[in-house]
């Protein structure tokens, strides 16, 4: 199984978690799965260095499935439900800039420091980034799905 350390995340820590049918944004970093916190982590220290008076903000990292179809129905999101967000392995990211969130900040360089450390950012949405590449999405999906039913 590719992707069993992101299924055990998934079934331990997420699942059980209050936040799992969350109707609102979450941002608990202790969703996200450990590995792809770590990546996150140096890459805003990356930016921090180029940028000493910006701090990198996570503006929502888990995301309920509840939520999900919210955002896609709105038009906010591509993704109908199972988002990378709800296996803890997405984040979405603004900038605190003079202590006031600001979408201002450098993402040009922000993102090409996520690619440089092999995260995926998408086209469509600025912000966002995720731990495993677009089309191994569906990959992910089963094995976690039959990770969960075994």
Known sequence: MKYENICKHFSDNI???????SSKPVR?????LPEFY?????????????YPNQNVY??????SNVLQQKYFKTGKSKIRNNGM????IAADVAFLINDKLSYKGDYNFLRRVFKE?????LDWEL??????????QNTLRREINSY???
């Open 15 to 21: 699942i059980n978690s209050e936040s799992y049918e």
């Open 28 to 32: 608990n970093t202790e969703l996200l």
């Open 38 to 50: 770590n990546i996150l982590i140096y890459c805003f220290n990356e930016y921090r260095k180029k």
């Open 58 to 63: 996570i503006t929502e990292t888990y995301r």
């Open 85 to 88: 967000h709800h296996f803890g």
């Open 117 to 121: 450390n092999n995260l995926t950012v």
């Open 127 to 136: 912000g966002h980034v995720q731990f495993i590449p677009v089309p191994e």
């Open 148 to 150: 969960i039913n075994e």
